[in-house]
């Protein structure tokens, strides 16, 4: 389950056909980078090349020149080289990335700064995503200003810049058809490690053994990596957003929550859920639990084409605020207390973001100031919760410690929505029978 070559070079042509004439477009792809003396950490490649091409290897660059006779894509990426490739792995190399990546023309990356000079000159715009890389900036304003130096011999360098990302990340933003069968299996793979992280919960055992469990449930099914650092947060560490030490022994009584998500051929997962380290929920805990629920089922129903980005976190804060007041964590009116964001001592984050190739993926939220509509393609998530910090001397003693979590995968559709990470139970009795069964 792959995106195609033919995928690959219509998102090009798509791309190139928003540019203007006589423009350029600059992708980077990442580098490696050293985890400690001389070992690196595992390479992942820059997502936006990634999306153009497919291509996995480090020290690549990615030219679009539209209307070029020669070659309107062109890649610059290392060579072969069978000495470090005995030690380091195997390259595509130039004549590869024509062949398989279906590029036009492909060069030595130790060759950019000769030719891409010359691939420059004569355009009027350059479509590059400054500020991400200081090294590449300089770069790239040097290839200009050797152009500028040129003037006088006739040499025409680009009068603008324009931040690639206008036009590529609203492409990215709607997901195609391929997309979201690989989207719907890192779901499913992420799916089945959330399980069995609830079966294997015992108090006394470590939060690593169940961050343990779910990277291997990934790794088994062809997902090697996780697509941000696991949150295994028991008792008040699931009242920490992002905690990530994993290192605390859980306790009989507590809650434990997680939000982990595999990367599945470059596309993450992102799911978050709450059950008790020992199998039952307190009522306190059950109480809290089924508000984040319903607040969760009402902010899904909101996910529909037309709709605008902030519907479904709005659905959100109203049952979490009226839910507050019953249980008597908010005191005043559901109408004022919105008003004052009094709801953000217990929720302090929004109900969502996007999701792609990136955990929080690229688009804008807003569209000239405005809630953008959802359209079908889009994939967010949807993950309200509730957090009564220990110390939250405000409420009864009963309440505090409680973190809940629960997030799922969202993708629109033509007339509505489906969720992509609903294997995994959420309902409390669900949850709580799935724990039995396994002790």
């Known amino acids: 389950m792959k995106i195609s070559k033919a995928e690959f070079t219509r998102r090009r042509k ?7 004439r006589h423009s350029i477009a600059i992708i980077p792809g990442a580098r490696e980078v050293t985890r400690s003396r001389d070992t690196e950490y595992a390479f992942r490649q820059d997502s ?6 497919g291509f996995e290897e480090p020290d690549a660059v990615l030219v679009l020149v539209p209307g070029r006779r020669q070659g309107q894509v062109v890649l610059f990426c290392r060579e072969r080289d069978p000495e470090m490739e005995l030690w380091n792995g ?14 036009d023309d492909a060069f030595p990356i130790e060759d950019l700064d000769e030719i891409l000079p010359g691939l420059i000159e004569g355009t009027q715009r350059i479509y590059y995503s400054m500020g991400h890389d200081d090294v590449f900036d300089q770069r790239v304003m040097g290839w200009v200003n050797q152009i500028r130096r040129l003037v006088r011999t006739g040499a025409a360098p680009p009068a603008d810049f324009t931040d690639l990302a206008f036009l590529l990340h609203e492409q990215r933003l709607i997901k195609s058809a ?5 989207m719907r299996k890192a779901g499913e793979i992420s799916a089945a490690a959330h399980i069995r992280a609830m079966q294997e919960c015992q108090p006394g055992r470590y939060e690593y053994h169940l961050e343990a469990s779910i990277q291997h449930t990934f790794a088994e099914h062809g997902a090697r990596f996780p697509a941000y650092n696991s949150i295994v947060g028991s008792g008040p560490n699931a009242c920490v957003l992002h905690y990530t030490e994993n290192a605390a022994r859980m306790r009989a009584g507590d809650l434990v929550l997680i939000d982990a998500g595999c990367e599945y051929q470059g596309y993450a997962a992102d799911i978050t859920r709450t059950f008790p380290v020992s199998g039952q929920f307190s009522p306190e805990q059950r109480a809290i639990y089924d508000l984040v629920l319903e607040a969760q089922r009402a902010a899904i129903a909101k996910v529909r084409p037309g709709n605008t980005w902030n519907q479904p976190h709005d659905a959100t804060v109203r049952v979490i605020t009226r839910g507050l007041i019953k249980l008597g964590l908010l005191k005043g009116k559901e109408r004022d207390l919105i008003k004052s964001e009094a709801y953000r001592d217990f929720y302090m984050h ?5 999701l792609g190739l990136d955990v929080h993926d690229v688009g804008d939220y807003r569209i000239e100031g405005r809630w953008r509509q959802l359209e079908p393609g889009m994939v967010l998530t949807i993950e309200p919760g509730i957090y009564i910090a220990t110390d939250n001397t405000r409420v009864a003693k009963r309440w505090r410690g409680i973190g809940i979590r629960i997030e799922d995968d969202v993708v629109v559709t033509e007339d509505g929505c489906d969720v992509l990470t609903d294997d995994v139970p959420k309902r409390a ?3 709580e029978a799935l724990m039995s069964e396994a002790s």
């Open 90 to 103: 195997y390259r595509l190399g130039p004549e590869g990335a024509v062949a398989y990546l279906g590029v």
């Open 14 to 20: 798509k791309l190139m056909g928003m540019m203007d």
């Open 48 to 53: 936006d090349l990634f999306y153009l091409t």
């Open 429 to 431: 009795e669900d949850i």
């Open 350 to 354: 929004r109900a969502g973001h996007w």
């Open 178 to 182: 391929a997309e979201v069968r690989i």
